[in-house]
């Protein structure tokens, strides 16, 4: 159906994003990209389904073979000016005009794919649709082309907890083969029967790819099970040859120190002494020459940890708030609101897209800082803290000191960031970087609470279980707006839905999580 064969992508500046990469797409394939942000997912779904969007920013070698023309794409963003079109021309214009001979099959398409959006709502701009809805919708718009491949390019970054069962439903339910990528964990193990994982190695100089045929939680545990046996594998092998190289040492000091007190008068003994050393010597360049295996540097090896602190007490009350009313404007989103935040509490929070969450995070940070509390925010626009002018290192900086910097920058390298990296401006970073970047910010301030909106949803799903026992450990008190089932089960202990009529604690009831 289609055919990649010896891709090849690098970057203006000499850097490999992929490298060599081949593999088919064929009927019944539910295939999903995954890997660090920046490793390349997003430029392989362009050059598969749009490549002329980066075919004069990237050098590309091999070849891309099938009914291209036939692939549905759905890109990571809307642009603006999509975003600014009413509903009904998003979805029926072609080349400049409206056709609407195509309505009655967009109704179907649309009460087959339960949009639920009533006609009097056609003329709504996309900026005002929820995440679920957009999706939706872009989903009809390709659907009305009749695709035989989909490529949906990190499609449940917007989605709300219902629109992610529904989307699961979409994919394992549609004849068509589809190609996605993905951070949701939960949706990956439900839905690929296939994995490709794009890696950047070796302080990102060295780029890897797998692709195999079997499902995330396979994948996984082999991948793991891969990775000890190499580790045990190069620790082995690396104690063999210090064994080995002290056991030389001995030979060779014995002999250096009968070269240097040989007597002249025995050039005989002298010549058998300086052949040893050049034999030695060959020994050593042996032993020194022998492949190594070397130690996996997998993207999940990474490391991020508070420092140990005295846990707040249980009886702290960190945040106590009630708000009557939670508004937009003079739009009314909840009511009767009351919230109340004690000790090392573990808070999540969920609710429909549009629902206030992000509004309502903003409140409360807004109020505990008031009651004195120390805060820490990350918040879902990584852009509303980050200065993109700055880099990494200067944003972390508080104090200056030449310790302070060398530690903002070891945590920067446990991260897997290189030294450019650190140095460039945030505003050339991903979005996986950024979340990183706060993360980090996190860990070297001095707060008692945590307020965090969807922190993980740009970082890779193998890079999770770090950022979940970093969170684990945390002495204070965290709340967190999050859609990643796996995290909200790991993580949050109270869990709330933020409802038209105030909040409900679902903290027993998992139905909404798995």
């Known amino acids: 159906m289609l055919t990649l064969q010896n891709i090849t992508i690098t970057t203006p500046k000499g850097r490999v994003l992929v490298n060599d990469l081949s593999f088919s797409i064929q009927a019944g394939d539910k295939m999903a990209i995954i890997g660090e942000e920046g490793n390349g997912k997003s430029t392989l779904c362009k050059l598969i389904a749009a490549p002329s969007s980066i075919i004069e920013t990237l050098i590309v070698e091999g070849k891309v073979t099938g009914d291209t023309k036939r692939i549905g794409y759905l890109p990571q963003w809307l642009q603006e000016e999509e975003l600014n079109t009413t509903m009904i021309d998003f979805v029926l214009k072609e080349e400049g005009w409206v056709d609407y001979e195509k309505l009655t099959e967009m109704k179907r398409w649309m009460a087959k794919l339960d949009v639920g959006i009533p006609e ?50 979409f994919i394992l339910t549609t004849a068509l083969p589809i190609l996605f990528v993905s951070h949701d964990e939960t949706l990956l193990k439900r839905c690929a029967n296939r994995i490709l994982h794009l890696e950047q190695t070796q302080r990102k100089t060295v780029p890897l790819w797998t692709c195999v045929s079997c499902g995330y939680d396979e994948y ?78 997998p993207e999940e090896s990474i490391t991020l940890f508070f420092q140990e602190k005295e846990p707040v007490y249980d009886q702290k009350c960190l945040l106590d708030d009630v708000l009557p009313e939670l508004k937009i404007g003079d739009r009314v989103l909840s009511k009767n609101l ?25 409140h409360l940070q807004q109020k505990a800082r008031e009651r004195g509390t120390s805060v820490g925010y990350m918040p879902q626009n990584y852009d509303e803290r980050l200065p993109l002018s700055s880099t990494a290192v200067e944003f ?19 991260l897997k960031f290189t030294e450019e990296e650190m140095r460039q401006p945030i505003s050339a970073c991903s ?27 740009n970082l890779s799903p193998l890079t999770l279980p770090v950022v979940e026992e970093m969170l684990d450990n945390y002495h204070g008190a965290i709340l967190a707006v999050s859609h990643d089932r796996r995290f909200l089960l790991n993580v949050t202990e109270t869990r709330y839905v933020l409802r038209a009529n105030g909040l409900e604690n679902i903290s027993q009831d998992f139905g909404y999580l798995v």
């Open 431 to 457: 979005q996986g970087q950024k979340a990183k970047i706060l993360l980090v910010s996190l860990v070297l301030g001095d707060n008692d609470l945590l307020i965090l909106d969807e922190p993980t949803r």
């Open 338 to 362: 009351a919230f109340t935040i004690y000790g090392r509490a573990r808070i999540g929070l969920i609710g429909d897209n549009g629902s206030g969450k992000t509004t309502y995070l903003a």
């Open 120 to 169: 009097e709502r056609y003329e709504d701009t996309l900026d005002r649709m929820s995440g679920g809805e957009r999706i939706k919708i872009q989903l009809v718009r390709l659907m009305l082309k009749e695709p035989e491949l989909l490529v949906l390019d990190e499609p449940t970054n917007d989605l709300d907890l219902t629109a992610l069962r529904w989307f699961e439903d």
């Open 220 to 297: 996984v545990s082999t991948r793991l099970y891969l990775i000890e046996r190499q580790t045990t594998l190069s620790r082995k092998q690396k104690a063999e040859y210090e064994k080995q190289l002290e056991k030389w040492r001995q030979i060779y000091q014995k002999v250096e120190h009968a070269q240097s007190t040989i007597s002249r008068q025995d050039p005989a003994g002298a010549r058998l002494l300086k052949k040893k050393i050049k034999n030695l010597k060959a020994v050593r360049d042996r032993l020194d020459g022998e492949e190594k295996i070397k130690k996996p540097d």
């Open 396 to 414: 972390l900086t508080q104090d200056g000191t030449k310790e302070e910097k060398t530690r903002i920058m070891t945590y920067l390298g446990n």
